[in-house]
Antibody
Framework: EVQLVESGGDLVQPGGSLRLSCAASGFTVSSSYMSWVRQAPGKGLESVSLVDPGGRTYSADSVKDRFTISRDNSKNTLYLQMNSLRAEDTALYFC??????WGQGTLVTVSS | DVVMTQSPLSLPVTVGQPASISCRSSQSLVSSDGNTYLSWFQQRPGQSPRRLIYKVSNRDSGVPDRFSGSGSGTDFTLKISRVEAEDVGVYYCMHHTHWPWTFGQGTKVEIK
């Protein structure tokens, strides 16, 4: 079955760090456009980061220099390393394959 | 960044009646390969988004044929020919022609 399962969300203090994981099954992460999309509570959707099949990475201006997208081909898993977290980063974080398949999301709460 | 503007933001509909959502982009979404990477997603309450339409007018597998997409350039439309109770949720357009991929604000469809 083709699916994405996110994990790693937690409550973290402002300025803290967190690493999100997205385990893929049924397809190869390294051959796909893989992205992270977030949704703040009660709000719309925002693209955060993207990695293309060639390994090039892209980030939204709002997270540039703080968040890093990566993948582990041996584990078929996508990651999002989040540093210097701010209250405005509080959201449900989804991973997405090829602008098509979404995971169930993992909740990140930044609060003291 | 491409700004995606949806209207209306709220759409009360009677079961069995048609519904239409507009999505306008601030610049052309035609890619250098000639494709227009405009998708529509449905997000039911408490669920992850689900893609309904890709490349403007192509319906995803399993999507009822009452959903249809149309448009070109900067002007796009999602139509539901006869709304059913299960269609309640928020609908988003999204472009992925180039980074950053951006979403419309969302249109909340509810039953009158």
């Amino acid at each position: 079955e083709v699916q994405l399962v996110e994990s790693g969300g937690d409550l973290v203090q402002p300025g803290g760090s967190l690493r999100l994981s997205c385990a893929a099954s049924g397809f190869t992460v390294s051959s796909s456009y893989m992205s992270w999309v977030r949704q703040a509570p009660g709000k719309g959707l925002e693209s955060v980061s993207l990695v293309d099949p060639g390994g090039r990475t892209y980030s939204a201006d709002s997270v540039k220099d703080r968040f890093t997208i990566s993948r582990d081909n041996s584990k078929n898993t996508l990651y999002l390393q989040m540093n210097s977290l701010r209250a405005e980063d509080t959201a449900l974080y989804f991973c997405m394959r090829e602008a098509y398949l979404w995971g169930q999301g993992t909740l990140v709460t930044v609060s003291s | 960044d491409v700004v995606m503007t949806q209207s209306p933001l709220s759409l009360p509909v009677t079961v069995g009646q048609p519904a239409s959502i507009s999505c306008r982009s601030s610049q052309s979404l035609v890619s250098s390969d000639g494709n227009t990477y405009l998708s529509w997603f449905q997000q039911r309450p408490g669920q992850s988004p689900r893609r309904l339409i890709y490349k403007v007018s192509n319906r995803d597998s399993g999507v009822p044929d009452r959903f249809s997409g149309s448009g070109s350039g900067t002007d796009f439309t999602l139509k539901i020919s006869r709304v059913e109770a299960e269609d309640v949720g928020v609908y988003y357009c999204m472009h992925h022609t180039h980074w950053p991929w951006t979403f419309g604000q969302g249109t909340k469809v509810e039953i009158k």
